[in-house]
């Protein structure tokens, strides 16, 4: 070696010297835990699990770990310890010296534990919970990263959290953890809060970020996900709360009726528009409210004291937030049995009849008396067609109601139109440029003058110039899956005006507190037939029965509010049948409307109703099918864990590694459980492949996959829903098509079907009416 070579040499010594000195005194004065002297605690060997978004699998490993043996604090559902673990150098790294140093800089995580009476929980329950936490977090991360794929103004990310079971102790305890955070952002403020799974956006700090990414989230998924209690330091957020449309993420996820209550108070504003996200159409009445929000907002926030006081532990408010995320859901009310079930739909079939009829005589005295204005006038109505009990609108007609029904009819009209995405729903030209927006010192509509000092400054300088200007982004794609479920998110929107969830913008249409009604009719109206325009089957039922003058499950005031019309009723249930993306049980309830509805005219041909029968017996039979294949899903659910395969499951494998997923089903499973053998459906082939390389498949199809989750739309808004009971039994149908077909000269067929309807009267004892129409098939056949 020369002298030269041997200088350098030094050199590069003393410089690497220098570099891990002062990482390792970084390391040293950064670690907050140091004092407690964690690295001389004895280590222990668990498993880890890692989730795939992509796969919906947990991917195990296994490491070792240091964690204390107590507490350093609790909530009310979990422990919290502090815990060290190394953390292996990458394959490319340079600096594998400086990981050699062991414990003593190791990283800190916060190991959280479920606890029952008083222990570490070690049942399924409490591991159940620990997959759900780290479920939540991994599928967070998942759109986080979509969303700064976007390039928004500020990136966003968060915490990575994983679950550990401790393999040597008694029963297994299972973990989830994360590192630890601590700190300020750059405006020097600490944790916080900016939504929740149940509307509340914070209006202190008002952040435009949170609130966007958790719309972005939505459009992002086509509208299958929603992130939100979004919270924590800066842009870096933990302890999400995802929502879902088919209520996947355990018990605060409150799926549609969770989106509803985001987008009712989410405000569009300038990155919102950058981003390309459609803007989600509210009521004039919810604008008007949103534009004066307050600080004390009592309806936005459950316990908002607790967001502007100094947290003393995070842990446990975190802990409390969990069970508040919990209590936001309504519980299902109770159902009829099945034999009063029966009973009602007896009754209820001569109600509809006789409810129909006397609507068609209030039709032909012309439904245009609604918007009368004097009270003489509607004493004149009413006593000229109390032959028939019409219900005239309960309130006062002043001119204020009249453009208030008129607007209802405007709303009807687009119910009956499909949902288009131009370029007004971008706030964009048809250039593709955004639209300039309305100047505001606040995005969130305050305009409130800063006088409270050199605090308040602050915040407002922090609102003005949070964001630089960024090319905008061409708008999101609104799939047809995208549309699908934005009508149920407006749907349940309306259910929960219905039940009066937001009393605080109803609208008074008098002077008086008798005339104010229960809740915001208008809003109801609005976003069911924004619902309806996005071919939401529940929503054209509700307007169709309403149309004729029939109540609804939505709403009790629908029914004197809305003006008859048995045309546009007809539309909506004809729309509500050609749904593509419904299952079959709301669209048979609307065939039955239909057909009544026409019978009760009288007007249309025998060729119209017996298409509307055979749409309805395909439908019955499909509804069959729909509830066997939910019950088989039902009994593979609950077979073992989630993460576990079995033999005979629908999924998709990785063939032969190249990147594309094709569908088969499980012949075979490894005896450690981590690989699994696939039998292609198109060729027929086999394939071993770990469980990495293979995910879930979901129902048989789109329209079942609602069906097949935890919770019903019924108990997640904690109504009965009764617009949907099928008010006919299949063999009535059967017969009454039947007896058309026999009209009609169609012997063999009308034959038929009345032995197939007595068969089915007869298997549900119905023995009388199965004599009768086996004799009228024997009569034809003769």
């Not at 102790?169 to 601590?182: D, I, T």
């Not at 009445?285 to 926030?301: A, I, M």
């Not at 630089?468 to 929107?493: A, C, D, F, I």
Request: aromatic content about 8%; charged content about 25%.
């Amino acid at each position: 070696m020369t002298a030269a070579t041997y200088d350098r040499e030094a050199v590069r010594k003393r410089f690497c010297e220098t570099i891990r000195c002062a990482a390792a005194k970084l390391v040293a004065e950064e670690d907050v835990w140091a004092v407690h002297n964690i690295q001389a605690i004895p280590a222990e060997r668990v498993v880890r699990y890692r989730y795939n978004v992509e796969t919906r699998q947990f991917v195990k490993d296994q490491t070792i770990v240091k964690i204390e043996r107590e507490p350093f604090t609790h909530g009310a559902m979990r422990h919290c310890f502090r815990m060290k673990k190394l953390a292996a150098p990458p394959q490319s790294a340079s600096n594998h010296r400086f990981h050699s140093y062991g414990w003593s800089r190791a990283l800190n995580y916060v190991a959280k534990c479920y606890m029952k009476n008083g222990q570490i929980a070690t049942n399924k329950e409490g591991k159940d919970a620990v997959f759900t936490d780290v479920t939540l977090q991994y599928e967070a991360m998942h759109w986080a990263e979509r969303f700064n794929e976007a390039n928004p103004p500020k990136k966003i990310d968060f915490i990575r959290a994983y679950a550990i079971e401790f393999v040597d102790r008694p029963g297994k305890p299972m973990f989830a953890v994360e590192r630890f955070v601590s700190g300020n952002d750059l405006y020097g403020l600490g944790f916080l809060k900016h939504n929740t799974n149940s509307g509340f956006v914070d209006l202190e700090e008002r952040r435009k970020t949170p609130q966007v990414f958790s719309a972005h989230s939505f459009y992002s998924s086509q509208g299958t996900r929603l992130v939100a209690d979004v919270q924590g330091v800066g842009d870096l957020y933990t302890d999400p709360q995802v929502l879902s449309m088919d209520y996947r993420f355990g018990d605060g996820d409150l799926g549609p009726r969770g989106m509803a209550l985001f987008f009712k108070t989410f405000r569009h504003c300038d990155v919102s528009d950058s981003l390309g996200i459609p803007i989600f159409p509210l009521s004039r009445n919810e604008l008007k409210h949103q534009s004066k929000y307050s600080d004390d907002e009592s309806t936005l926030s459950e316990g908002s004291s607790l967001y502007k006081e100094e947290i003393k532990c995070r842990f446990k408010w975190l802990d409390s937030n969990r069970q508040k995320r919990k209590s936001v859901l309504v519980r299902p009310t109770e159902i009829l049995s099945e034999h009063s079930q029966d009973t009602a739909k007896r009754t209820n079939i001569l109600e509809l009849s006789k409810s129909i009829q006397g609507s068609l005589m209030q039709s032909k005295l012309g439904s245009s008396c609604v918007i009368k204005r004097s009270k003489s006038d509607i004493d004149e109505i009413t006593r000229s067609v109390s032959d028939v009990k019409v219900q005239i609108v309960s309130f006062t007609l002043d001119e204020n109601l009249t453009i208030f029904i008129l607007q209802h009819q405007h709303q009807l009209k687009i119910g009956l139109t499909d949902t288009v995405f131009d370029h007004r729903a971008f706030h964009r030209y048809e250039s593709g440029e955004i639209k300039p927006r309305h100047k505001r010192i606040s995005s969130f509509g305050s305009n409130d003058e800063e006088s409270e000092g050199q605090g308040q400054l602050a915040k407002a300088t922090r609102r003005g110039t949070m964001f630089p200007k960024s090319q905008p982004t061409p708008p999101m794609k609104v799939t047809e899956e995208t549309k699908s479920n934005l009508g149920r998110v407006h749907y349940h929107l309306a259910c929960l005006h219905g039940t009066n969830r937001f009393p605080e913008i109803v609208q008074s249409h008098g002077e008086s507190l008798e005339e104010k009604p229960s809740h915001d009719i208008f809003s109801v109206v609005f976003h069911l037939c924004h619902a309806a325009s996005l071919n939401n089957v529940p929503a054209c039922l509700a307007l169709a029965r309403v149309r004729v003058g029939l109540d609804t499950s939505v709403s009790p005031l629908l029914k004197s509010n809305v003006p008859i019309d048995f045309e546009s009723s007809k539309e909506f249930c004809r729309r509500a049948l050609a749904s593509e993306r419904s299952s079959a049980a709301p669209k048979v309830a609307a065939g039955c409307l239909l057909y009544q509805i026409v019978e009760d005219e009288g007007t249309a041909g025998d060729v119209e109703k017996m298409a509307i029968l055979e749409d309805i017996l395909r439908l019955m039979k499909i509804s069959v099918e729909e509830k066997e294949i939910i019950k088989e899903h039902e009994k593979k659910q609950s077979r073992g864990k989630a993460d576990c395969f079995h033999v005979g499951d629908k999924v998709e494998g990785n063939y032969l590694m190249e990147g594309t997923f094709y569908p088969g089903i499980i012949m075979e499973i490894s005896d450690d459980g981590n690989s699994v053998v696939i039998l292609y459906d198109d060729d027929g082939s086999s394939e071993s492949l770990s469980n990495e390389n293979v995910r879930s498949l979901e129902p048989a199809s789109e329209i079942l996959a609602a069906q097949t989750c935890r919770l019903s739309d019924e108990q997640a808004l904690g109504i009965v829903n009764t617009d949907e009971d099928c008010l006919f039994e299949d063999y009535d149908l059967m017969a009454k098509l039947a007896e058309l077909r026999a009209k009609n000269l169609q012997i063999s067929d009308a034959v038929a079907l009345y032995q197939e309807a007595a068969e089915l009267a007869l298997n549900k004892g119905k023995m009388k009416t199965a004599n009768s129409w086996s004799q009228r098939a024997a009569e034809l056949d003769s």
